[in-house]
């Protein structure tokens, strides 16, 4: 599904009828933003996986393992440390390390579930900003999320990473709304 919003408003990044479709959807949409090349996915390597540690997030992982089987592809979780640019750690700290075992354990428990590859990704900075960098970076990608579903006011008022990384992402976005 296409994602064009065309209001001046963000109230729908995404436009309104494609927030309609996700918001009453109980299965993953698939959204190619404004910047999606099609010529520059045609196949794809890595469905990788926004997780933040939430039940919420983990529900796309059934989702995503079985499309990673069917497109041959290897699974990878994103985690997004919304760290200030300011205070850069020099080595890994506390939360970094809690952070990686999360990942490390939940992609270990994936794998043996679901009999597959899964590795995992640490990034650093605002959500948004750092998986559309981390999606630009990485060729032949595919992105899978879950999202609130907030429309008019609240998303303005409290935005949303997902309306915001399918706008900006090269590449299709697979998103449910649990």
């Not at 209001?7 to 995404?14: A, C, F, S």
């Not at 205070?87 to 939360?95: G, H, Q």
């Not at 809690?98 to 590795?119: I, P, T």
Request: glycine share 8%.
């Amino acid at each position: 599904m296409m994602a064009h919003g065309r209001r001046p408003v963000p109230e729908m990044l995404i436009g309104s009828v494609t927030a309609g479709v996700v918001r009453r959807s109980r299965r993953p949409v698939f959204l190619c933003g404004p910047r999606y090349s099609g010529r520059a996915h045609q196949h794809v390597d890595v469905l990788a996986v926004c997780v933040d540690g939430s039940a919420l997030s983990e529900k796309m992982l059934p989702h995503a393992a079985e499309l990673a089987k069917r497109l041959g592809a290897r699974l990878q979780l994103l985690q997004v440390l919304d760290t200030p640019t300011f205070n850069k750690p020099t080595s890994l700290a506390p939360a970094d390390v809690s952070e990686s075992a999360y990942l490390s354990g939940l992609a270990r428990r994936v794998g043996k579930d679901q009999a597959l590859e899964v590795d995992w990704e640490v990034l650093h900075g605002d959500p948004a900003a750092s998986i559309v960098s981390y999606l630009a970076d990485s060729h032949h990608t595919m992105l899978a999320m879950t999202t609130h579903g907030r429309s008019g006011l609240s998303q303005v008022v409290a935005g949303s990473v997902s309306h915001e990384v399918v706008h900006e992402a090269p590449c299709p976005v697979v998103v449910l709304r649990p």
